[in-house]
Nanobody
């Protein structure tokens, strides 16, 4: 069964950087689109998670939300079965729990990769706190 484990969260000052990592089990990583979502403090578990970034199976296609474009970079190392989120120029508004997610191929002609409800596997989340 698929398993995702995030690491790398923490407390950082505004303008600083953090790199999140997500290690995946082999049975899901090689065939999955990988993505990062975030959930803001104070919301009950299960409520809407905001799309941050995603990367295709081969790493050739990436997509970012408008809030993080030009500050965050998603990448993957298929040999290590790990996806990364390099976060630069962090802002207090970036404070959230960050989740790694895997989307298995569905065969659909078009996929809304920004919809968290489509994703098949999730990590436990890692807290990122940005102080002003």
């Amino acid at each position: 069964q698929g398993r995702l484990v995030e690491s790398g969260g923490g407390l950082v000052q505004a303008g600083g950087s953090l790199t999140l990592s997500c290690a995946a089990s082999v049975d899901i990583f090689t065939t999955s689109t990988m993505a990062w979502f975030r959930q803001y403090p104070g919301l009950a578990p299960g409520l809407e998670r905001e799309f941050v970034a995603r990367i295709s199976r081969d790493g050739g296609t990436t997509e970012y939300s408008e809030h993080v474009k030009d500050r965050f970079t998603i990448s993957r190392d298929n040999a290590k079965k790990t996806v990364y989120l390099q976060m630069n120029k962090l802002e207090p508004e970036d404070t959230a729990i960050y989740y790694c997610a895997a989307l298995l191929p569905s065969g659909a002609a078009w996929v809304n990769y920004r919809s968290y409800r489509l994703y098949d596997h999730w990590g436990q989340g890692t807290q990122v706190t940005v102080s002003s």
